[in-house]
């Protein structure tokens, strides 16, 4: 190596090594002045790390302008470009994303990599035409079949609600590796498929169990355990507890596997099995003493709520965060429990400096309206710094019609008439207070209203109960393991 060579090859490695204590876009500024007093401004290497720090950091104005300066940027620069458009917060530089992989065909041909972010960036957007046209597009690039591509593939469609070309470019594949697994079962889930996601996890063990070299992890058994929570399979989560706990791999140490059978056994309505798993867990994180905290409240256990979120602050093991006091406030409602309720909503901002959100209000209307305190929640509401929103004002229409408050009742009519004017609800609670008032007139103009404007009740509710012996339990549950 020449003298020469040897010098611009020390400076290169020099100006790497500078990026590596680069944190903030002043820091970047000075490297990318260093660049182009030592020359190197039109290095692809170099300027794909200032391109990379822009797109992690979001500074996408700054990149855009370094961009713009290289001749003739690589498949990398364009593909970082375009990765960190998409992982914009804003809905433009979302969108700008796409207009760059339209730019990109005119002067460089996609890659793998390519297709992977857009496909992703695509499902985020909700465009399932733009995703069906980037579709057609693997098949004349000749990545149809690439395993990432295919995976991101299946991805996108079942973010799009399209689940069942998703479950079909599964199926297609000749060995699905445990991305795919993990993706067409989160898919299933997502779209409300929830049979089907079990269906899936019991052909995988399957599988596994049949020798090929397929392994579940973490991913895998958090969809899997969300999806028993949500149609109330608690003999299904239990076979996928046993197999956590016997499967001789190192799922005992993994906080987000355990948060989420506690998660489950809570929605499943096993409060008890929920809390043992809780107890026994080796490390918690804040999310494993929310989901905690949140199960109890849900399933009337105020006070056993409290005291799990004292022995927290006791135990100063994890800070409490806005989900943290949304599970206080639940418990405090579910309870009955008003001055308690008003002095965490009091703490929350003044000592732990959390901003209470619409769901914090809500749970303070909802324990304050079950309390027949309804002039106080309606100041409450007043006095929000953020919008109210009609399942709200609907919490305090329904407590004056509980606690026949019918003047003020009239006056949440109103707003509900702003926001959801087409509601049945809203009608019957109004009408039925009327009723129980015996202002009679009134309620026979609220009906006559609500027939005018063709206001229709929703279909009936109904519920899934499990029986033991039916066809969910003896097909899919003795299937597991």
């Known amino acids: 190596m020449s003298p020469k060579s040897t010098t611009l090859w020390k400076t290169e490695e020099t100006l790497m090594n500078l990026f590596n204590h680069c944190s903030t876009l002043k820091h970047l500024k000075q490297i990318h002045a260093r660049l182009f007093l030592t020359g190197f401004h039109h290095n692809l290497i170099l300027n794909g790390k200032i391109i ?76 399932l035409n733009i995703g069906k046209q980037l579709h057609c597009s693997l098949f004349k690039f000749g990545f149809e079949n690439h395993i ?20 079909q470019l599964f199926e297609e594949m000749y060995q699905p590796d445990l991305v795919a697994w993990n993706s067409i079962i989160d898919c299933h889930v997502y779209c409300g498929k929830y049979n089907e996601a079990l269906d899936l996890f019991t052909r995988m063990v399957q599988q596994q169990q049949n020798g090929m070299q397929l392994q579940p992890d973490d991913a895998t058994l958090v969809v899997t355990l969300s999806a028993c929570g949500a149609i109330g399979a608690l003999d299904f989560g239990r076979k996928v507890h046993s197999f956590v706990r016997d499967g001789g791999n190192d799922f005992g140490e993994s906080i987000s596997v355990f948060n989420a059978l506690v998660d ?14 809780f107890s026994n867990m080796k490390k918690k994180n804040v999310v494993s003493w929310n989901v905690m905290i949140l199960g109890l409240a849900s399933h009337g256990n105020g006070e056993e709520a409290l005291a799990l979120f004292m022995r927290m602050l006791r135990e100063n093991v994890e800070r409490p965060d806005e989900i943290t006091f949304l599970g206080v406030l639940c418990a405090c409602s579910h309870g009955g429990l008003v001055d308690e309720g008003r002095q965490y909503f009091e703490i929350m901002n003044r000592n732990y400096n959390i901003k209470p959100t619409i769901k914090h209000y809500g749970c303070m209307v909802d324990l304050l309206s079950r309390a027949g305190l309804v002039v106080e929640a309606h100041t409450l509401i007043k006095s929000m710094p953020i919008e109210c929103n009609a399942i709200i004002w ?39 207070m009327y009723a129980s008032t015996g202002q009679w007139n009134e309620m026979s103009k609220e009906r006559r209203s609500m027939q005018e404007r063709r206001v ?26």
């Open 148 to 167: 990432y591509v295919r995976n991101s593939l299946i991805h996108m469609y079942g973010m799009l609600k399209d689940i069942e070309i998703a479950h």
């Open 52 to 127: 990379m720090f822009c797109a992690v950091s979001q500074n996408m104005n700054y990149a855009l302008n370094v961009f713009y300066k290289i001749p003739k940027p690589d498949s990398f620069l364009w593909n970082t470009m375009i990765r960190g458009f998409g992982n914009s917060t804003t809905q433009s530089q979302s969108h700008y994303a796409i207009h760059f992989f339209k730019r990109m065909q005119l002067a460089h041909q996609p890659d793998n990599f390519t297709f992977s972010f857009i496909l992703k960036i695509i499902a985020r957007l909700r465009f």
């Open 264 to 277: 489950m056994y809570a929605k499943c309505g096993a409060v008890e099995e929920a809390y043992e798993t």
């Open 394 to 432: 609907r919490t305090l229409l329904a407590a004056c019609r509980n606690y026949g408050n019918v003047e003020l009742g009239e006056k949440v009519r109103k707003h509900l008439m702003e926001l959801e004017p087409d509601h049945s609800s809203d009608y019957v609670l109004l009408a039925n």
């Open 456 to 481: 229709r009740k929703p279909e009936p509710g109904n519920s899934f109960i499990g029986i033991p012996g039916t066809r969910f339990e003896k097909e899919t549950v003795e299937r597991l393991l």
